[in-house]
């Protein structure tokens, strides 16, 4: 195991690497959050993922509710602010939380979203830091981010493709290495909004790794994006839908997590490589479903063989139909009954 999450992503190569984001879907809980990277790991996920914030730092106190924390009828009476600053999480629990995971092994990252909870990060000791889509354009925070020897796994919702490239050369200019996220910053996103064909684009301008954070509902996307070859694959993540939260509702449950990481898993497999060629598996149905030249009706040994004599029929153990203009004119060196399949052997040289 190591802390350098970047380095896992680039080593994988059976699947995407698979980034189980808890975010604050813990409310704060650190027990719960304990339960949530537990379910996590039993579930196949390489890594976790939770936000080091603090609230007050970065979310006014006249800050508007996003149309999706306004639908969480739990929390119509909260400020933006409000909910945000339940889920806080102590660096002494973020440590804590960090160690579990090395204990059960499974990767542990974290997405600071202001200058002091990246600061915190960093003091931990973590190598690779995830930016959020809000973030994106907070481009005092992107610099501040270049002060330190850190990889960067850079999100891109509500964005153009301008505005990643200009955050993505601030971090290259620093020489970090930047994986970067195809994102729709919707929770759900419907899959409309995916718009995963930008993971091509993101590869033809930036190389690898490119990944996808899905916040739709459902495995579809993410194993399209699967298909498409990405590297690493984020999905929100809970123990239960029903639980409390703004983003509970945009989240995968344990059973969903599993079957979609065993999916994904498929995915090499099942595209193989781009040699067309005939599999053991089909020989079998080979011989028995191809055609081959079989004799139209009884013929003597010594006829010559004219082309109302051949018939095109299975199985494909005989002469291949593709020689039927080759074998008219051949004469038999013995007797054949109809629909005896021929043989070049039958034929006199």
């Given amino acids: 195991m190591t802390n350098d999450v970047y380095k896992q992503i680039v080593s994988k190569k059976d699947s995407p690497y698979f980034i189980a984001e808890i975010g604050i ?60 600053k339940d889920c806080e999480m102590s660096i002494t629990n973020i440590v804590k939380l960090k160690n579990f995971c090395k204990k059960i092994k499974i990767d542990f990252l974290s997405t600071p979203f202001e200058t002091y909870s990246l600061k915190e990060l960093v003091k931990i000791g973590e190598k ?16 501040e981010i270049t002060k330190y020897k850190l990889n960067v796994l850079l999100s891109t919702g509500m964005s153009t493709l301008n505005e990643v490239l200009e955050s993505y050369d601030i971090l290259k200019q620093k020489k970090l290495s ?44 993410a194993l399209v994006a699967g298909s498409l070859g990405v590297d690493m694959i984020e999905k929100h993540f809970t123990l239960s839908r029903t639980l409390p939260g703004v ?26 490589n781009k040699n067309k060629k005939v599999v053991n598996e089909e020989m079998n149905t080979k011989l028995s479903l191809r055609r081959s ?15 109302n004599d051949i018939a095109i029929k299975r199985p494909g153990t005989g002469i291949e139909p593709k020689f039927f203009e080759y074998v008219i004119g051949k004469k038999l060196k013995k007797d054949i009954k109809k629909d005896e399949i021929m043989k070049m052997e039958i034929f006199e040289t």
Avoid at 203 to 217: L, M
Avoid at 249 to 272: F, V
């Fill in 128 to 143: 690779t830091i995830k930016v959020s889509s809000c973030n994106l354009t907070n481009i005092p925070f992107i610099r």
């Fill in 247 to 272: 983003d509970q509702k945009a989240s995968i449950e344990p059973r969903e997590l599993k079957n979609l990481i065993n999916d994904l898993k498929q995915i090499k497999k099942i595209k193989g």
């Fill in 293 to 307: 030249l079989v004799a139209n009706k009884s013929l003597s040994k010594g006829s010559y063989i004219k082309k």
């Fill in 25 to 84: 879907n813990h409310n704060g809980d650190f027990d719960l959050a304990k339960k949530m990277i537990l379910a996590a790991k039993e579930s196949g996920a390489d890594c976790v993922k939770f936000q080091s914030l603090k609230a007050s730092k970065y979310i006014s106190s006249v800050a508007q509710k996003a149309a999706y924390q306004k639908n969480e009828e739990k929390f119509k009476n909260k400020s933006q602010l409000e909910i945000i």
């Fill in 178 to 221: 930047v994986g970067i996220f195809q994102c729709t910053s919707n929770y759900p996103c419907k899959f409309e909004n995916s718009n995963l064909n930008v993971i091509n684009t993101y590869k033809e301008i930036f190389g690898r790794p490119v990944g996808f954070s899905d916040h739709t509902f459902g495995n579809l996307p």
